[in-house]
């Protein structure tokens, strides 16, 4: 057994000392400026073995000059060992072995470059045969590994690599993080800015790429304030926005930054077929040019003039759910089949739904509707409300249930938690 441990850790000393001479190579051939200073650090040795044959006695120039040139012949090897000598990736690399992140091989990640960045670090592994899935189920593992905070797993350079970005496990959220205008985007409309996570970087979600959007929270997680924070920018940005709001309490503030608010049954039916005649006159409009997308249509018909629309729904329930009655079944009925026509075909042309509720269940948010949500956001909630918006009861354990205005991301490939910027 122990003949057997001895022979793993010679191979995995082997492979890593293989993988730094390989990543050295990678280093230089990518960089004018390492290639130089190894050519230069590779001519300056030769020159003072050169030198050195030249000074020692006669007798022995000859066996010098043998020596010098063995040394020469393997100077480039251990200077591309010198380049690709990540500081920490050998600790990383016995600890990944250690702990069992190996892929079928028995490889472990090997850490290829790191730099620092605000309150972090960020590491960038080759990781053949770990697919990134694997890192993300892996996280808990991963931050005992680091012995710090995972802050996200991303993707590196091509499928191969993974960037981590980790801080030291001694750093928390601040509690509240006030808003300013000038955070937002003032250059992509489409990307709308909603806090910062545990590393101090900005977190955002982007229309164009993830247009329809789920916000849930148990009550006093501030998503009423999220919500608030996403439609001041959108109409900053120009947006047609509107809100469905039966309390009629939250959100009458934005009427006066040119929203529209909606509290009775008609306003909200007359509404909703309003949108459903612009679904598709802009479908017409769309297939005219041959658009696929929102920023396609612009660009092909130059109509710079035209701009999204956006229907945020507070307590969904209160619609799709609305009562027993005749009156009241056909009015949710035609909310929800309005609803699901906007969530299903609205993303191509600029439409979109932000539905925000406690409670995600089938009575609240329909299939036909909750299926189109593509980017799901919680708060502070228990493991049934996890389980409803992401599938698991994942954001119960990331969310402590003292916070306000912690949130999980969640926009289809990994989870990022963050704090939400505080508006008025």
């Given amino acids: 057994m122990n003949s057997e441990k001895s022979n793993l850790n010679a191979q995995s000393k082997c492979k890593y000392n293989f993988y730094i001479v390989k990543n050295g190579f990678r280093m230089i051939s990518g960089s004018y400026r390492n290639?130089?200073?190894?050519?230069?650090?590779?001519?300056?040795?030769?020159?003072?073995?050169?030198?050195?044959?030249?000074i020692v006695p006669t007798y022995l120039q000859g066996f010098v000059a043998d020596c010098g040139r063995?040394?020469?012949?393997?100077?480039?090897?251990?200077?591309?060992?010198?380049?690709?000598?990540?500081?920490?990736?050998?600790?990383?690399?016995?600890?990944?072995?250690r702990a069992g992140f190996v892929n079928a091989a028995g490889e472990a990640p090997f850490l290829i470059d790191s730099a620092k960045d605000g309150k972090g670090e960020i590491l960038v592994f080759q990781s053949d045969g770990l697919p990134i899935e694997k890192w993300r189920e892996s996280k808990d593992l991963l931050q005992t590994v680091f012995n710090a905070t995972v802050a996200y797993i991303r993707p590196g350079h091509d499928h191969r690599t993974v960037r981590v970005k980790i801080?030291?496990?001694?750093?928390?959220?601040?509690?509240?993080?006030?808003?300013?205008?000038?955070?937002?985007d003032q250059e992509d409309?489409?990307?709308?800015?909603?806090?910062?996570?545990?590393?101090?970087?900005?977190v955002s979600t982007q229309l164009d790429r993830s247009p329809m959007l789920l916000l849930a929270g148990s009550t006093g997680s501030g998503k009423t304030r999220l919500a608030l924070l996403i439609l001041r920018q959108l109409i900053l940005h120009h947006a047609h926005v509107a809100v469905i709001d039966f309390k009629g309490l939250d959100f009458g503030g934005l009427a006066s930054q040119g929203a529209e608010i909606m509290t009775t049954q008609a306003d909200i039916l007359d509404y909703l077929r309003t949108m459903l005649t612009e679904l598709q006159a802009r479908l017409e409009r769309w297939r005219a040019v041959g658009a696929t997308s929102f920023p396609d249509y612009i660009e092909k018909s130059g109509d710079t003039a035209i701009g999204?629309?956006?229907?945020?729904?507070?307590?969904?329930?209160?619609?799709?759910d609305y009562g027993t009655s005749k009156e009241a079944k056909a009015f949710s009925a035609e909310v929800i089949d309005a609803l699901a026509a906007i969530a299903r075909t609205g993303r191509a042309v600029g439409i979109h739904l932000i539905i925000s509720t406690q409670?995600?269940?089938?009575?609240?948010?329909?299939?036909?509707?909750?299926s189109n949500l593509d980017v799901r956001i919680v708060g502070k909630c228990d493991t049934t409300l996890s389980t409803m918006v992401l599938g698991d009861g994942r954001a119960a354990a990331l969310i402590p249930p003292d916070s306000q205005g912690r949130f999980v991301l969640n926009n289809g490939y990994e989870d990022i938690v963050f704090q939400a910027y505080y508006t008025e």
């Fill in 35 to 54: 290639l130089a200073s190894f050519l230069a650090l590779l001519g300056l040795l030769g020159a003072l073995l050169i030198l050195y044959t030249y």
């Fill in 70 to 97: 063995m040394i020469f012949l393997i100077s480039p090897v251990l200077l591309l060992y010198l380049y690709g000598n990540i500081k920490g990736g050998r600790a990383y690399y016995n600890s990944f072995v």
């Fill in 167 to 184: 801080v030291p496990s001694s750093t928390s959220f601040a509690d509240v993080v006030p808003w300013n205008d000038s955070y937002m």
């Fill in 189 to 202: 409309e489409a990307r709308i800015v909603l806090g910062e996570d545990i590393a101090g970087e900005t």
């Fill in 308 to 320: 999204r629309y956006v229907l945020l729904i507070d307590e969904c329930a209160m619609l799709t």
């Fill in 359 to 370: 409670r995600p269940d089938m009575n609240a948010v329909p299939g036909s509707i909750k």
